[in-house]
């Protein structure tokens, strides 16, 4: 009887185990729309703009658009709000958000 008990921890612990990536990765792919979701105010939920009057972020090409959050940080690129907003992200996380509005349906 206690050899059963043992084989059945050993088997759950396993599927647990095994199960920890998929949870790591959910985990991560919840943070990254998390820092994507804070778009959403101006350019659309999943960065689908709405009207012409800012742009789409979704499809856009990742290394573009990693330029242009780089050049809004660093006062490059003239903006109302951009220049603040990306000051509060690290590269990887301005990687994380393009990553992300790259890889959305147009």
Request: charged share 15%.
């Amino acid at each position: 009887m206690h050899l059963r008990r043992l084989i059945a921890a050993a088997t759950t612990a396993a599927a647990a185990a095994s199960a920890l990536p998929v949870l790591a990765q959910d985990a991560q792919t919840l943070q990254v729309a998390g820092l994507a979701a804070t778009c959403a105010n101006c350019h659309g939920t999943q960065g689908k703009g709405v009207g012409n009057a800012l742009p789409s972020l979704a499809g856009m090409n990742k290394d573009a658009m990693l330029e242009q959050l780089k050049a809004f940080r660093s006062g490059a690129r003239p903006a109302t709000i951009m220049h603040q907003l990306t000051k509060g992200y690290s590269d990887a996380q301005l990687e994380q958000i393009a990553t992300y509005f790259s890889r959305q349906p147009r």
